[in-house]
Structures are given as C-alpha cells and as structure tokens.
C-alpha cells in the first residue's frame, strides 16, 4: 500500500496563476481533508470530504475549492493565487469518525507552495 | 465551532526527564481527542488518542488524561529521549457528529542532552 500521496512535492506559483494539488489514497477510506500548516499556526482545516461527491468548508476555505470525483482522490484548487497562500499543505484520510478504533488520519508527505 | 488552544508552544526538557503539553478546548460535546507527532520534514503520526469516556490512557512512556468537567487535555511522556524531539499537536472532534477534527497550534518538545 502507498498509503497517501500527494502531487506534487513542490511548486513555486506566480500571484494569479492557478493550479491543482492533488491527494490519492489507497486505504478506501470514505473521508479525505485538505490542510495548510504554517509556522506558529498548526495544522488548520481547508475542505474536508465524507465521501465521493460531497464537500464540506473547513477553517479556512476563502480562495481554494476541491471536488471529490473518486473515493480514492481529492483535488485542491487555487484559481488564482496569493502570496498569503504560501504554505505547506497535507492530504489527510480516515475511515471516518464514529468507526471505534479507525479514527486515525493519515497524512500525505505534504507540498510545499511558494507563491512570488 | 471546536477551538483548541495548546500550551507552552515550545518546550525544553532534559533527557531522562518528563515533559507535560497542556490543551483546552471550547466545545463540551467533543468526545475525541487525538494527539499526532511531526519530526522535522515529515507528515504528522497519530501517537495516542483518547474518548470522553475514559478519563486516562497510556501506551509505554506517553500517557493522555482528560478532564471533561474542565475541557482540558494532557500529553505525559516520561523517561524522555532524543528521539522525542519533534512538534506535537493536540485536537478535538465530536466523532459521533461526522465533525471535523480542530488542531491545537502545535508545541515544539526539545530534548536536551
């Protein structure tokens, strides 16, 4: 099992272009979180999933959007980007809350944005 | 909504010794509090979680406890080692409520030599 990987590892943006950071996992697990982790400021909530088709706002949603197409992936999307976007940003997925023992997320190895 | 405040954010304690992180949260109806550790360069690992029906759980040298009545949680490691060293993050979530988990801002452990 790879487990959760993310695409790509790095990537260095100019303000108002766009891209897609994109999350797979091979855990068929039904919930998947988008997170942006910034020095002092932990790991905080952007979008989260509960299962193939649905979306949900996290902490911080302004400026970024997903979709959820397949159970397996979950895109995150700037359409046009910002220096304040800057961040690392990890991939997450669960089985889902409620399921005893399979609460735990599993995090991606991250992507590191620079945005000039 | 769920906000967790976790302190101190840094913290240095000599190896051998026992080192505390302390977080509070604001929403009573959470029942679930993980606690994940990220070394430097890497993604976070869950190490311990607790639920709101257990007031202690332990596994070897990390411990967590949990006071409902004042929504405050507690990270113990004991017998501390170099290999401790690494940024910690409590969080709270309703796992019964399909709710998000909320972070704490995270609390870099220093083992000293």
């Known amino acids: 099992n790879a487990g959760v990987t993310q695409t790509p590892k790095f990537r260095v943006l100019k303000t108002g272009q766009s891209m897609t950071l994109l999350c797979a996992q091979d855990?068929?697990?039904?919930?998947m979180y988008w997170y942006r982790q910034d020095p002092g400021m932990g790991l905080r909530l952007i979008h989260y999933s509960v299962g193939e088709g649905t979306t949900a706002k996290g902490e911080v949603p302004d400026g970024y959007n997903v979709s959820r197409l397949k159970k397996q992936n979950f895109l995150l999307g700037l359409e046009s980007a910002a220096p304040s976007q800057t961040s690392v940003y990890f991939c997450a997925s669960s089985f889902g809350p409620g399921q005893g023992a399979l609460d735990e997320q599993y995090f991606g190895p991250g992507t590191r944005l620079t945005v000039t | 909504g769920e906000n967790v405040e976790q302190h101190p954010s840094t913290l240095s304690v000599q190896e051998g010794d026992s080192a505390v992180i302390k977080c509070t949260y604001s929403d009573s109806a959470s029942n679930y509090f993980p606690w994940y550790k990220q070394e430097l360069g890497k993604r976070p690992q869950l190490i311990i979680d607790i639920r709101s029906n257990v007031g202690e759980k332990k596994d070897q040298r990390i411990a967590v406890t949990l006071n409902k009545t004042a929504k405050h949680f507690s990270l113990h490691i004991t017998e501390t080692q170099p290999e401790d060293s690494a940024v910690y993050f409590c969080?709270?979530?309703?796992?019964?409520?399909?709710?998000?988990?909320?972070f704490g801002k995270g609390t870099r452990l220093h083992i000293l030599p």
């Open positions: 969080a709270a979530s309703h796992m019964n409520r399909d709710d998000k988990i909320i």
């Open positions: 855990m068929n697990h039904e919930y």
